[in-house]
Structures are given as C-alpha cells and as structure tokens.
C-alpha cells in the first residue's frame, strides 16, 4: 500500500535569541517533539526553523546549487516569462528553467519537480505540527497567538506556491485538479491526500491566512520581533498576493493597504536599496537575515545573480534584463543605470564580470569575503503596486494614480509627465513589448521593473492571461523558445508531479499527472 512519506523533523532548527536582535546559532536537534510543543516558547523554536527552510539549499538529491529555497522559486519563475534572461548556459543551473526544459526531470528526485514539491511540502509538514497544538500549548497567552499565528500564515504561503506551480491560474480553473492538502501532523506512513481541485487548495490558502491574521492581530505588538517573522502586516502582505491572483481586486487592495500600516515602513530610495541586500532597509517587511555561518555560499540567490562576486556562478552564467523590457524604461528612471547594464560594445565587454551588455546589477552580495546578503522576501513597494494595479482594476482610477505615484515619483523624475500621457483604462496591451497607453499599462510596466528577479514574472503572466514572444528585433535573448507554447495557459508554465508522489501517494495514479512536455 502506498503511504505518504512526509516525515517531521527537528534536524537543524536554529533558534532566535531572547532579544531577536540578530540570530542565535545553537541548534535545536536534540529537543523532543513533545517538549518542543508543549508551550509557546519552545514551539517557537520550530517556527525559527521553519523559516530557516526559506533560505537553505538542498531539496533535491543533486544539482542542490540552484535549489536555495524561496528565492530559487522567485528566480525560476522570472527566467520563465520574458522579462529576465540568462546570456550563458554555465552548468545548466535555471538555464533548463530558461529555456522552459524541465518537465523530463519529473521522474528523478535531483530536478525541479521534486525538489520544489519536497521543499513546500517540508514546510507544510513542520507547521502543521505547531498548528496541531494550538489546543494544547501552553506558556504566554499572546506568544502562542504569535507562534500558531506564523504557522497558519506559513501554510497559507507553502500552499499558495504549490498550486501556482503545479496547476494554471486560479480564473477559470477553479476545478482542475489542485495538489494534495494536508492539515494535521503526518508521520511515516499517513495516508496520502487526493489532489482535490484549484478551489479546494485556494478554500484552504484563504482560511489559513485570515487566521493567521485574526491571531497575529489581536496581539498587543503587532510587528514582528524579528524581520525574519511573519506579523500582522506581513501576512496582509500575503493575503494581498492571493487575493491578487484570485481577481479578489477589492481584497487585494485592503490588504496591501493594511501592510502598507506597518510602522516605519516606507518607500526606499536607490540609494538606501544598495545591492537589495539589506534587511535593514526601510522597506523591507519581510526578509531573511543571513549571517556569515549561515551563508550557503556557492549555492545561494546571490551566486546565481552577482556576476562580480569572486568565485562566484553568476559568473559563468550572467543574468540579464531582457531589451524589450530595458528600452522601455525612462532616460530619467534610476533603475535604469542603477539596477542594468545597457548596451556596451562587444569589444569592450569583459568575462567573468556583470560589465556586459544588460547584465543585471540590482542584486549583489553585501560581503563577498563572506559570500553573504540578506533576502528581501517582500518589500513596500509590492504592496503599493499590488494596490495600485487593485484599484485600476476597479476603475478607481484617481486612486490608482494617487497609489502608484508613491513610488514612480520616487524613481523617475519626470514621472508625473509620464503618469499624464496614460489614459483611464483598465485594459492593457497583449503585447509586453509594445508601447504603453493605458493607466494600467504603466502599472504594470512599474510592477515588471521595481519587483524584476523578485516575485516571478511568470505567475503575473498567468493570472493576467498573458503570452510572451522573446524573438523579437533586437531580442537579446538566448532561447527564444519560437518553438515552444508560450501562452498564458501553457502546459510549460506548470510542473509535472513528481514520480516520487505518484509512486508514494495512494489517492494519487498516473492519470493524475499532469502535462508532460518534452
């Protein structure tokens, strides 16, 4: 009989210190499971863990360099759409994602398939068995609120990436097959779960985060002890993207709005950005400080961005901002000189060196000694252009303005004239390459430049019903996949189920797999 095998463990769990000024490197492998949940303070050991899951490597039985948890996630789904592209092939790491090559891995545990369904799955298992205790957790009142609160919000953020991942877009798919939901303690040999549908998963995502706001919201200090936390602004933050993609437009700008509260938080200028490396910043609401015993090093997102750090495989494999997007970025834009290369001489171009054409320099470690730069997981200005792109949606088009102005006139000097020549419309043009026209348009060019590298272009192609075509005059791209479906609802843009699953998972046959495209 075939069981489910998701299995709990308290391996390499690193635990905060009391004051959450910076983290504490004891690990916490030799607590019991027992005595780790039986009040607030140690069940707050494991959600520390939990969250060290965001930024390891490792999920797979090989190739675990390009599988750093969160932001490998992040990173793929950029490489995907049309915005971002790789100018070498180096080792292969994300180049097979570029080039839309990863579906024949399904059946091995070193590619894609597995190592994404293994790591969301991880972090469902370990949270569920804090959300298992909440009857019976004893300690602070307001801590255990705190503890269980992160952990329904966690699940709700594993859950919302599955189904992204594994199934189309949530609009007018709402009962295609969804992914398997688990909601209490599993061990060895609980029985696997069928995979339901899209709106079963997205019933659970939507009932996990409004507990998790209920909770971290009726405590009295509702920002969060440690940016590494989840809090009550930050699971908005959550809350705003999943109602985003669910065309829940009015939900999604509530809760990007209730983020936007967080105390101190503001816009950051280019200047305070740096290398987006810095959890510090003023914008960061949610982010992983990495400390230097805690550097995945050679297998970390800074690797694969920073093409100037010594050693590093950003080197071998630059990262790039593709031509279309890059010539549509104003003269008086900081971002575009700031965050891109543009063009250069091929003459005068370098190896090894991000000093080539288009050659992204956005992101770049805070300390090559020791390979270290802390991960943004979400910052202020997502949640001003989730709120803006809400509102225009609604045709609230006044407030749209007002919303996006807040970072545009932040970025681009003349932003205000460029804001004037778009027309009142919630329409935009299928053609990502084309000129911008309407309100909407400039919305979300700003969204395609202020989050590149950061949220995955290929999910906003989905939700919004949009196809690329990366070979166009001028295109800078290496593949330009003229082959291959690129569509809005391409089988490409979804991963099969991994052999492990079909092959562990009673509730789950062959026929439930998904598309697979060689």
Known sequence: ???????????????????????????????????????????????????????????????????????????????????????????????????????????????????????????????????????????????????????????????????????????????????????GATVAGSEGSPRGTVQGVYTQINSDIEKAIDLLGSISNKVQTHVSHIDYYVANGIKARICLTQHDYAGAATAAAEALKKPSLKVATIAELGGNNSVKTADVLWGMEIIADQSSGFASFFSHMDADAPGMYASKARQCISTGLYKLISGTDERKTAWFRGAIPSDEEKTASSY???????????????????????????????????????????????????LGNARDSKFEERLAARTDANTYNSDTNAPLETLMDEILFQRRVELWGEVGRIFDMQRLGLGYNRNYEGSNHTEKVTTKNTNAASPLFILPLPQSEIDGNENITSADQNPIVQ
């Open 1 to 183: 009989m075939k069981k489910v095998l998701y299995i709990f463990s308290l391996i390499g769990l690193l635990a905060f210190s009391s004051c959450a000024d910076e983290l504490n490197t004891e690990p916490t492998d030799k607590v019991s499971g027992s005595t780790i949940f039986a009040d607030a303070s140690s069940a707050e050991t494991a959600i520390n863990g939990v969250y060290r899951m965001l930024y390891v490597a490792g999920w797979s039985s090989n190739w675990g360099s390009e599988n750093c948890g969160q932001t490998a996630i992040q990173l793929l789904g950029d490489l995907m759409a049309e915005d971002h592209l790789m100018k070498e092939q180096g080792q292969g790491w994300f180049y097979e994602d570029y080039r839309l090559n990863v579906h024949g891995d399904y059946s091995n545990k070193a590619g894609r398939p597995y190592s994404i369904w293994n790591f969301y799955y991880t972090i469902v298992s370990n949270v569920n068995y804090i959300i298992a205790s909440e009857n019976t957790m004893g300690g602070d009142p307001e801590l255990k609120n705190s503890v269980v609160g992160q952990a329904y919000a966690m699940r709700a953020f594993a859950y919302y990436y599955l189904i992204q991942l594994y199934q189309q877009t949530y609009k007018g798919h709402e009962d295609a097959p969804g992914v398997p939901l688990y909601t």
């Open 356 to 406: 080539t054409s288009y050659c992204q320099i956005k992101f770049k470690m805070a300390d090559y000694t020791t390979r270290t730069g802390d991960y943004l997981l979400m910052r202020a200005e997502e949640m001003i252009l989730i709120k803006a792109e809400a509102e225009c949606h609604q045709k609230e088009y006044d407030a749209a303005r007002t919303t996006i102005k807040t």
